[in-house]
């Protein structure tokens, strides 16, 4: 029977404190859950994660060793933060809100062998936990994870896989890319269209840049229930599923469906089959802003995530530049030009989400060119992102320079086609620091984190998401929930974890 993990060696993302004290508990077929009110959600996680590979019923009982108790008068952890303590005869998770219980359950699941982490029963292993006292919160507010499920689509049933990897490292914001040039991914009642023709294309394009179409047709779209499901099943876990909608550009894909909607109506426009910037875009008459504003209601009432992204990038202007209507939208709203028909575009949506209380998000590639109700996600440069918080905007740091997992991990010649540019290794990602040393509090306190990208244009299955996501989101979620850490702590750390990413049979980077 293998002892115990070491504990400040093998926990990832590291805890902000923790001391190891002699001994451990032991989980049996007796050990039974004291859980205080409101906690039980907290008691579910924790017996769905541990029974397929441990068969523990941990029933609930007054007298439980293992005690989940909620007190909001911890309010020094927050919403996240817990503290765990682990004696001989009984262990105690606390924290003020659930969320934190949440966190606490995965820290549990770390510190047990690694056999726990199997889908299969385990047979002879002693379920035993070390003894450790630890107080944990994290640094950043936002550690987020986006996939492109518009270039090629993935099934449901792997998006709720994705998301049990995601909190296993503490990530909390699912941010899904349901819609693109490429593809429309989420069914929006008054517009069937959408999906049925928007949502398939002719070719799926693999490999390298400028590669031949391969001429296999590629598709798919969710259903409501589907993505319903997924927000609960998210939810349970403590992550956050944030939807986004691109608009006014990366939307061929709509345009192909309803091609009134942009600003050559009686063009027949196929779902793009390139990848890059499509200069097809919205236009700008009353009809599109119905359309977008039904396609929202439709996004809130699925999606309760306080954030909605809503795109805003990558929009040439030059349909708008051409089209009289379009110029004469910009003379009656007294705009400089077409150009700033973007601006104004964003504006008006970005005003409909918050009358409906969400808060728009949106990329910039400077920094300057979003609505200043907007939270910016800056993924051209960190510049962008500090000087946009200096502004005034609420920030997320996604510098594609360490956070794009599109990219190359290695130089290796063996490696298969990835995104074109930069190579980002592990280590790149480890270095980057969403709030650089030496930042105005007041400026540092608009950055909320960091999130990592994997847009889909060379990652067409489930094993390819997986070899390029890690291990370098564990680099990512070791740095927005704890800090900077030293490498060799971290890599360190690391190899301990990857044994738990292979008992889930994760596919990833060598």
Avoid at 80 to 108: D, F, M
Avoid at 123 to 135: D, F, M, S
Wanted: charged residues 20%.
């Amino acid at each position: 029977m293998p002892p115990p993990p070491p504990l400040a060696s093998s926990l990832l993302p590291h805890p902000t404190k923790a001391h190891a004290r002699a001994g451990h508990f032991t989980f049996g077929p007796r050990t039974c859950l004291r859980i205080s009110t409101g906690a039980e959600p907290a008691a579910h996680l924790l017996r769905t994660l541990l029974a397929p590979a441990t068969g523990l019923p941990l029933h609930p009982a007054a007298d439980g060793a293992v005690v989940l108790a909620l007190d909001p008068a911890l309010t020094g952890l927050g919403e996240e933060g817990y503290g765990l303590t682990v004696g001989p005869h009984s262990v105690l998770l606390r924290a003020a809100q659930i969320t934190g219980l949440l966190r606490g359950v995965q820290t549990i699941r770390q510190l047990l062998p690694v056999q726990a982490f199997a889908a299969s029963p385990q047979r002879g292993v002693r379920w035993a936990l070390p003894c450790v006292e630890i107080t944990d919160v994290p640094r950043h507010r936002w550690r987020g994870a986006m996939l492109d499920v518009a270039r090629h689509f993935q099934p449901v049933s792997y998006l709720r896989r994705y998301v049990d990897l995601l909190a296993l490292h503490k990530i909390n914001v699912f941010h899904l890319h349901l819609t693109d040039d490429q593809g429309w991914r989420m069914p929006v009642a008054a517009y069937p269209k959408l999906t049925e023709i928007g949502g398939h294309r002719a070719q799926s394009m693999t490999g390298a840049a400028g590669e031949e179409y391969d001429g296999v047709p590629h598709g798919g779209a969710y259903t409501r229930a589907e993505l319903a499901g997924l927000v609960e099943f998210a939810a349970a876990r403590g992550v956050t599923v944030m939807p986004e909608i691109e608009m006014p550009g990366h939307v061929r894909a709509a345009l192909a469906a309803y091609p009134q909607l942009g600003n050559r109506p009686a063009r027949g426009l196929d779902v793009w089959t390139r990848w890059g910037v499509c200069d097809t875009v919205l236009g700008v008459h009353e009809e599109v802003f119905d359309f977008c504003r039904t396609v929202l209601d439709e996004v809130m009432d699925v999606f309760p995530s306080p954030y909605i992204h809503i795109g805003g990038d990558e929009c040439p202007v030059t349909e708008w530049e051409r089209s009289a209507e379009a110029r004469a939208r910009a003379r009656a709203a007294e705009l400089s030009g077409p150009a700033a028909l973007h601006g104004w575009f964003l504006g008006r949506v970005g005003a409909f989400l918050a009358q409906n209380g969400r808060r728009p998000v949106g990329w910039v590639e400077s920094g300057t060119e979003l609505p200043g109700d907007f939270t910016l996600m800056a993924w051209r440069d960190s510049a962008h992102a500090l000087a946009a918080a200096r502004r005034g905007h609420d920030v997320i740091n996604a510098d594609h320079r360490a956070t794009y997992f599109d990219y190359a991990q290695s130089s290796d010649p063996r490696e298969r086609p990835a995104q074109p540019g930069a190579v980002i290794g592990l280590r790149d990602v480890h270095a980057h620091e969403p709030v650089p040393e030496g930042t105005a509090p007041d400026t540092a306190a608009r950055v909320l984190g960091a999130q990592a990208q994997l847009w889909t244009e060379y990652a067409a299955t489930p094993a390819r998401l997986e070899y390029l996501t890690y291990p370098r989101l564990c680099a990512l979620a070791d740095r927005v929930w704890s800090g900077p850490t030293p490498w060799a702590d971290f890599r360190s750390r690391l190899d301990r974890h990857t044994a738990r990413l292979d008992a889930l049979e994760v596919r990833r980077h060598p």
